[in-house]
């Protein structure tokens, strides 16, 4: 069965400092990888997605990037943290593009200070 | 550009009660998909439904189904006999051509016993 893993839960950091959350999928190749940003009252904001090694699409110009270096993981990093960065952050996969489901982590808890 | 309107921020039923949650969007395509996502609290947001727009039978999930009127571009979510383990976030999502799931803002559903 497939399973994805998403660390950590929980960060506090202060502006400026640099960021990395990282995401990884077990028992499938080649998924689809996305990372979210959830704000109350405000759904889901698709921030980078990714098909493939190295590829990466932006959706947000914002003071995050995201990375694969591997086939199964996905880093969302940034080098000077913002106040406004804080937030929930999901990591997700998916099977293809066509269908639509996707697979969620368990989130990731950021606070700027 | 689509959207994706969920009217009830929150709300709450007893136990055993029907439920049902509002979600319009708006699309000028013809073939898409929706869906009915559920969070419950600190843990992984999962998907509860998926309707594909060319079905013109509702679907249907053990106690969960779906009012699907495409000419009103309407999408409710029905819960029937609820359980105090229903309680959660639930977002409305469509997926159109470009692959892409456009959400709702949520609506916090409580269970009470």
């Known amino acids: 069965s497939q399973t994805i893993h998403q660390w950590p839960a929980t960060l506090v950091q202060p502006v400026g400092s640099p960021l990395s959350l990282e995401c990884t999928v077990e028992g499938t190749s080649n998924p689809n990888l996305y990372w979210y940003r959830q704000a109350a009252g405000r759904g889901l904001q698709l921030l980078f997605y990714s098909v493939g090694i190295g590829q990466i699409s932006s959706e947000v110009p914002q003071n995050l990037s995201a990375s694969r270096p591997q086939d199964r993981q996905f880093i969302l990093s940034s080098k000077k943290l913002l106040l406004s960065d804080s937030g929930f952050y999901l990591c997700?996969?998916?099977?293809?593009?066509?269908?639509?489901?996707?697979?969620f982590g368990e989130g990731s808890r950021l606070t700027v200070l | 550009a689509q959207t994706v309107t969920q009217s009830q921020p929150e709300m709450s039923v007893q136990e055993a009660e029907t439920v049902t949650l509002s979600c319009t969007y708006d699309t000028s395509e013809s073939n898409y998909y929706l869906f009915w996502y559920k969070q419950p609290p600190s843990r992984q947001m999962i998907l509860v439904i998926r309707?594909?727009?060319?079905k013109q039978q509702n679907a249907t999930e053990n106690r969960f189904s779906v009012n699907f009127q495409k000419a009103a571009k309407s999408f409710s979510l029905k819960i029937s006999d609820s359980q105090l383990g229903d309680t959660a976030m639930y977002f409305c999502a469509f997926r159109g051509s470009n692959y892409q799931l456009i959400w709702g803002a949520g609506t916090k559903l409580i269970i009470k016993p």
């Open positions: 997700a996969w998916s099977w293809d593009s066509s269908v639509g489901e996707l697979f």
């Open positions: 309707q594909e727009a060319y």
